[in-house]
Nanobody
């Protein structure tokens, strides 16, 4: 059974850092394209970052230079390192892969 579970969200101050984790089961992340999406209140879900099975990563313009997507094939996990966060980064962040969504984790950036 394909399943994704995110963790690592929470409250962080502007300029701070947070690392989100996505634990995958039922498939191998290293063989699949993986992505992080986010949805803020009243807004549509948007792609934040993605990484292909060959290791090519892409980012939304709004997070370039601040966020980094990575994966651990040994642990079968995908990560999103968020640095220099801004209030506009506040959203529910969800992991996506193999046609499956995780339930999401809330990130709130506020002083």
């Amino acid at each position: 059974q394909v399943q994704l579970v995110e963790s690592g969200g929470g409250l962080v101050q502007p300029g701070g850092s947070l690392r989100l984790s996505c634990a995958a089961s039922g498939f191998i992340v290293g063989f699949n394209d993986m992505a992080w999406y986010r949805q803020a209140p009243g807004k549509e879900r948007e792609l934040v970052a993605s990484v292909t099975s060959s290791g090519l990563s892409t980012y939304a313009e709004s997070v370039k230079g601040r966020f980094t997507i990575s994966r651990s094939n040994a642990q079968n996990m995908v990560y999103l390192q968020m640095n220099n966060v801004k209030p506009e980064d506040t959203a529910v962040y969800s992991c996506y892969g193999r046609g499956q969504w995780g339930p999401g984790t809330q990130v709130t950036v506020s002083s």
